[in-house]
C-alpha cells in the first residue's frame, strides 16, 4: 500500500526526532561544560602558569619528545 506523503510534514520524518534529540543533548553537554569551566578555582590556573618555565626546561631536556606534563 502506498500512502501519500504530506511533503514538510516533520511529524512523519523519524529524522527530524533525531535532530531535535540531538540538539537538546548538545545544549545539555554545552551547559555541563560551562559549569565544569566555571568550578575551576583560579589557583590551579595559577599554578599552571607558574610551571611554565619548568615546563620549557623539560621540552628542551628531552628535545621535544613527551614529558611528565
Known amino acids: ?8 510534514s516533520p511529524d512523519l ?8 534529540i540531538l540538539k537538546v543533548r548538545r545544549q545539555i553537554h554545552v551547559q ?3 559549569a ?4 575551576i578555582d583560579s589557583s590551579l590556573c595559577d599554578s599552571l602558569l607558574l610551571s611554565i618555565h619548568n615546563r620549557l626546561e ?3 631536556r628531552v628535545k621535544g619528545h613527551w614529558t611528565r606534563y
Open 1 to 8: 500500500t502506498v500512502l501519500e506523503w504530506p511533503p514538510r
Open 13 to 20: 520524518n523519524p529524522i527530524e526526532n533525531l535532530w531535535h
Open 32 to 34: 555541563l561544560g560551562f
Open 36 to 39: 565544569v569551566w566555571q568550578e
Open 58 to 60: 623539560e621540552c628542551v
